[in-house]
């Protein structure tokens, strides 16, 4: 699918200039900064050299005094507390890290995963008659709650108390736990609204650490947990999310937990700096799989494992989920683009709605990105669980799904989520009418400049301007991710040298070798391009070429790589790089 470019304005000639000369800087790394918001050499100091010190005080959060009252008088009564938590990614890092610090302090705690298909997303009663029935007086719920209101009430029935540690938009009202720490809460300042749930457990743990003169370094022991959560869950890396993924990205380079250490091991990736799409691609799928094909407990025993052995046999099992899964996602992501692909009606809608109820649950919101990459337009994919219809909704750029999807709450059981993904479940006589209705809502409100993908370029540049000082100034702006992207690169007027060709099982890959107009040759693969590009590259046509530069290491070769719509590059009069085309354009 080719993607609209967009060019974002040059920033202020005045600032550029400023940083060149105190930098030491070109001007499109200068021009870069400027369009993050940077004037200053102190706000490039403290952009590139992100400080613990400058996280929030967690006080600054609504109920925090409250929780870590709560949770010093459990401790010092002996009490026995319950960590619950999701079963993906965010839920799983956030239970293994509040309770692998609070396990230092008592042997009065356990944890509690809610199975994916037997009790559904969030805080189930079953879990709280677990709670109830085997004696514990106080439960921390982490990346879920915030809408549980019901759920409290009879929790609190039973007299059992909640900290909910939650990141998720609240409903109308606030569950009546005995503290909600959740800086989305409509009554909280907390500055920063943006950390995952992971995130907020942090917080919690470091205000409890602060109150009762524990030293900050033991919070930080599994902060590697707070940036596979923020990675996963897909959070802005901006704000103290930068400073958590900057340090937790070091230490599960350094100093990773065992049970991602062994995850690591698995993955092919030990001994390598991980990016934040490494944890994505990586880290992330290997825990999530415990929870989408048998329990997310699995990821858990993984995550606080502190020996080799019980590391190592969790981690064996953990992959053999995530092959599975790949097989599940393979599967249904042929059989709904297949019965798209059938239908002209399907088509040639604003939204892709698809339900079977013999689908795996574990899968479909995997299921809803790729066809969501494949169509963009918002999405839900559904299957039977329990007798409802449940699925995953995912959305396209600047487009709000939880809002469409609230718009058809009286069709729905229940539903919870944000912007960009949402979880929801119905009656199965329902999925017709929500379809309808879902469908009508995006219809009106989204615009046809949304349905179609767009690649953000920061600046235009030449081949030439790209070397090794180039590269190793512009890596210091990681770690990337939402709101602080790898820099996207425009470079005009490139063309085939005549060795190109078409790779691939199917050959649905360009293997090519591009040259500038300054005789600058780069050769790279443009993946699933042949079909649209070879012949016109192949005829010597021009094109501009969209990316953004990464650091490649292959057979213990290090290179940098240039990213762009999905090709690799590699520079023969600089160093040696590599480039993954976002975008082809013709001129």
């Given at each position: 699918?080719?993607k609209?470019?967009?060019?974002?304005?040059?920033?202020?000639?005045?600032?550029i200039?400023?940083?060149?000369?105190?930098?030491d800087?070109?001007?499109?790394?200068?021009?870069?900064l400027?369009?993050?918001?940077?004037?200053?050499f102190?706000?490039?100091?403290?952009?590139?050299?992100?400080?613990?010190?400058?996280?929030?005080?967690?006080?600054l959060?609504?109920?925090?005094?409250?929780a870590?009252?709560r949770?010093?008088?459990?401790?010092?009564?002996?009490?026995?507390?319950?960590?619950?938590?999701?079963?993906?990614?965010?839920?799983?890092?956030?239970?293994a890290?509040?309770?692998?610090f609070?396990?230092?302090?008592?042997?009065s705690?356990?944890?509690?995963?809610?199975?994916?298909?037997d009790?559904?997303?969030?805080?189930s009663?079953?879990?709280i008659?677990?709670?109830?029935e085997?004696n514990?007086?106080?439960v921390?719920?982490?990346?879920?709650?915030?809408k549980a209101v019901?759920?409290?009430?009879?929790?609190?029935?039973k007299?059992?108390?909640?900290i909910i540690c939650d990141?998720?938009?609240?409903g109308?009202?606030?569950?009546?736990?005995?503290?909600?720490l959740?800086?989305?809460r409509?009554?909280?300042?907390y500055p920063?609204?943006?950390?995952?749930?992971?995130?907020v457990?942090?917080?919690?743990?470091?205000g409890?650490a602060?109150?009762?003169?524990?030293?900050?370094?033991e919070?930080?022991?599994?902060?590697?947990?707070?940036v596979?959560?923020?990675?996963?869950?897909?959070?802005?890396?901006?704000?103290e999310?930068?400073?958590?993924?900057?340090?937790g990205?070091?230490?599960?380079?350094?100093?990773?937990?065992?049970?991602?250490?062994?995850?690591?091991?698995?993955?092919?990736?030990?001994?390598?700096?991980?990016?934040?799409s490494?944890c994505v691609f990586?880290?992330?799928p290997r825990?999530?799989?415990?929870?989408r094909?048998?329990?997310?407990s699995?990821?858990?025993e993984?995550?606080?494992?502190?020996?080799?052995?019980s590391?190592?046999?969790?981690?064996?099992?953990?992959?053999k989920?995530?092959n599975?899964?790949?097989?599940?996602?393979?599967?249904?992501?042929?059989?709904?683009?297949?019965?798209?692909g059938n239908?002209i009606?399907?088509?040639n809608?604003?939204t892709?709605?698809?339900?079977?109820?013999?689908?795996?649950?574990?899968v479909?919101?995997?299921?809803?990105s790729r066809?969501?990459e494949?169509?963009y337009?918002?999405t839900?994919?559904?299957?039977?669980?329990?007798g409802l219809?449940?699925?995953?909704?995912?959305s396209?750029s600047?487009?709000?799904?939880?809002e469409?999807?609230e718009?058809?709450?009286?069709?729905?059981?229940n539903?919870?989520?944000?912007m960009?993904a949402?979880?929801?479940a119905?009656?199965?006589?329902?999925?017709?009418?929500?379809?309808?209705?879902?469908?009508?809502?995006?219809s009106?409100?989204?615009?046809?400049?949304q349905?179609?993908p767009v690649?953000?370029?920061?600046t235009?540049?030449?081949f030439?301007d790209?070397d090794?000082?180039f590269?190793?100034?512009?890596?210091?702006?990681?770690?990337?991710g939402?709101?602080?992207?790898?820099?996207?690169?425009l470079?005009?007027?490139?063309?085939?040298?005549?060795?190109s060709k078409?790779?691939?099982?199917?050959?649905?890959h360009?293997?090519?070798?591009?040259?500038?107009d300054?005789?600058i040759?780069f050769?790279?693969?443009a993946?699933s391009?042949?079909?649209?590009?070879?012949?016109?590259?192949s005829e010597n046509?021009k094109?501009?070429?969209?990316?953004?530069?990464d650091?490649n290491?292959?057979r213990?070769k290090?290179?940098?790589i240039?990213?762009?719509?999905?090709?690799?590059?590699?520079n023969?009069?600089n160093?040696?790089?590599?480039?993954?085309?976002?975008?082809?354009?013709y001129?």
């Open positions: 699918m080719n609209k470019v967009i060019i974002k304005p040059k920033g202020d000639e005045k600032i200039k400023h940083l060149q000369e105190e930098l800087i070109d001007a499109n790394l200068a021009n870069l400027s369009q993050k918001g940077i004037k200053t102190k706000d490039a100091e403290s952009f590139f050299r992100p400080l613990t010190d400058d996280l929030y005080d967690p006080f959060m609504a109920d925090m005094d409250k870590v009252e949770l010093d008088a459990a401790l010092n009564k002996n009490e026995k507390i319950l960590i619950y938590g999701d079963y993906d990614v965010d839920g799983t890092t956030s239970v890290l509040v309770y692998s609070l396990n230092k302090i008592t042997e705690i356990d944890f509690y995963i809610p199975d994916r298909y009790e559904g997303y969030g805080i009663k079953k879990g008659d677990y709670a109830a085997n514990f007086s106080l921390i719920a982490l990346d879920c709650g915030i019901e759920k409290i009430n009879y929790a609190n029935s007299n059992v108390d909640f990141h998720h938009t609240p109308d009202s606030i569950p009546n736990a005995y503290a909600v959740d800086p989305k409509y009554d909280c300042n920063d609204k943006n950390l995952s749930g992971c995130g457990g942090f917080k919690f743990m470091q409890f602060n109150r009762k003169q524990i030293p900050f370094t919070v930080l022991e599994f902060i590697d947990l707070v596979v959560s923020i990675a996963s869950d897909i959070v802005p890396i901006i704000g999310n930068r400073i958590l993924a900057y340090y990205l070091k230490k599960l380079y350094e100093n990773p937990v065992k049970g991602l250490e062994t995850i690591k091991k698995i993955a092919g990736v030990k001994g390598k700096y991980l990016t934040v490494d990586k880290i992330g825990i999530n799989a415990a929870g094909i048998k329990s997310g699995d990821a858990v993984l995550l606080i494992s502190d020996n080799d052995k590391a190592g046999s969790f981690a064996r099992q953990i992959d989920y995530n599975e899964r790949k097989i599940l996602d393979r599967t249904i992501t042929h059989d709904a683009l297949r019965k798209i239908s009606e399907l088509r809608k604003k892709t709605v698809l339900y079977n109820k013999k689908w795996h649950k574990g479909i919101g995997i299921v809803a066809l969501t494949t169509y337009r918002p839900v994919i559904l299957t039977e669980s329990k219809a449940t699925g995953s909704a995912r396209v600047d487009f709000n799904i939880y469409a999807i718009s058809c709450s009286h069709l729905l059981e539903f919870g989520g944000h960009f949402a979880g929801l119905m009656k199965i006589e329902n999925v017709e009418k929500f379809t309808e209705c879902f469908e009508n809502y995006v009106e409100h989204i615009t046809e400049e349905l179609k690649v953000i370029v920061d235009e540049i030449r030439s790209i090794r000082k590269y190793n100034i512009m890596r210091q702006m990681a770690p990337f939402p709101e602080n992207m790898s820099p996207v690169f470079t005009r007027k490139v063309r085939d040298t005549g060795a078409k790779v691939g099982q199917n050959k649905e360009l293997k090519l070798e591009m040259v500038d300054d005789g040759v050769p790279g693969i993946f391009m042949a079909p649209d590009y070879f012949r016109k590259i046509e094109f501009s070429i969209c990316y953004s530069i650091k290491e292959f213990g290090t290179t940098i240039k990213r762009a719509g999905s090709i690799e590059l590699s023969r009069k160093s040696s790089c590599s480039l993954y085309c976002f975008n082809l354009r001129i």
